[in-house]
């Protein structure tokens, strides 16, 4: 078996545990022993948009893939938060249009990897740990319609998925 891991930060995340603590493609890789090989493609600060990059680069050889996309369209958007509106409608109105054009991108990505015809598991983003309350109640509350989003691709063609928010 050779998995390849694909997507973001979720994955490549060496740079976000201890110096002595194994990162996911590590840890992957001592749970599945010296037979079996993973490879990961996932690159910090990636954005959904950026997958097929990662897809091109996708060895030969491989069985499986592991992807996670997703968590740094969100950020790349949190901005809007602060977008002034009059009324609780019009904010609604903006987050929907926001995890429309997600969807879209999402739903390209997701394209670009069931054409590889190789089993695939897919995670949704986990919720964020930020400082600030309210910003974290309101990243939280945006992040479950990217999720919502995410969750419905790839229901839609019968994908594994693993909802990191419950991991």
Same mark, same amino acid.
């Given at each position: #078996? ?18 002595? $603590? ?9 749970? *599945? ?27 030969? @050889?491989?069985t499986h893939?592991?992807?996670? #996309? ?11 938060? $602060?977008?002034p509106v009059?009324?609780?409608? $019009?904010?609604?109105?903006? #987050? ?17 990897? /069931?054409? /590889? ?13 930020? $400082? @600030? ?17 995410? #969750? ?8 594994? *998925?693993? @909802? *990191?928010?419950?991991?």
């Amino acid at each position: #078996m050779h998995i390849v891991l694909l997507g973001d930060s979720v994955i490549d995340n060496k740079a976000y545990v201890k110096v002595d $603590e194994p990162d996911v493609p590590v840890q992957l890789q001592a749970l *599945l022993g010296d037979a079996h090989q993973v490879t990961s493609l996932a690159i910090d600060g990636s954005m959904t948009a950026d997958i097929g990059k990662q897809l091109d680069k996708i060895p030969e @050889d491989a069985t499986h893939l592991v992807v996670s #996309m997703g968590g740094n369209d969100l950020l790349d958007r949190i901005s809007y938060v $602060e977008y002034p509106v009059h009324s609780t409608m $019009e904010a609604m109105i903006v #987050m929907s249009n926001l995890s429309e054009q997600f969807r879209k991108q999402y739903h390209e990505a997701l394209q670009g990897i /069931l054409k /590889l015809g190789l089993p695939t598991i897919v995670c949704t983003v986990y919720n964020p740990r930020l $400082e @600030d309350h309210n910003v974290q109640t309101v990243a939280v509350t945006a992040l479950q319609t990217f999720n919502d989003c995410i #969750m419905q691709e790839v229901a839609q063609v019968g994908l594994p *998925l693993i @909802d *990191l928010r419950s991991v």
